[in-house]
């Protein structure tokens, strides 16, 4: 089955970097686009960034030229670089991919900004 594992999340101070990392298993994972999604406490579960099947990404604009998103098609692993990271960016990210309609995710990572 479909299984998606995040790592890497943790607790940095405002404009450190962190580097989270989505593990796949169970798809063909280079036919698949891959999300990342954050939901803070007592806020909606947001889209973070995209990157399709063909490497183009997106980016939601609280984050745009903060956060990279990429993939290794080869690993099955897609990242999100977080840089210049802000306390409004604390949040439990969550990794997601759509099979066939479907939505998958993963268990999440929390990351915490904080002095």
């Known amino acids: 089955q479909v299984q998606l594992v995040e790592s890497g999340g943790g607790l940095v101070r405002p404009g450190g970097s962190l580097r989270l990392s989505c593990a796949a298993s169970?798809?063909?994972?280079?036919?698949?686009?891959m999300n990342w999604f954050r939901q803070a406490p007592g806020n909606q579960r947001e889209l973070v960034a995209h990157?399709?099947?063909?490497?183009?990404?997106n980016y939601a604009g609280s984050v745009k030229g903060r956060f990279t998103i990429s993939r290794d098609n080869a690993k099955r692993i897609v990242y999100l670089q977080m840089n210049s990271l802000k306390p409004e960016d604390t949040a439990v990210y969550y990794c997601?991919?759509?099979?066939?309609?479907?939505?998958?995710w993963g268990q999440g990572t929390q990351v915490t900004v904080s002095s």
């Open positions: 169970g798809i063909i994972f280079r036919r698949y686009g």
């Open positions: 997601n991919t759509d099979v066939s309609g479907r939505g998958y």
């Open positions: 990157i399709d099947s063909g490497g183009s990404t």
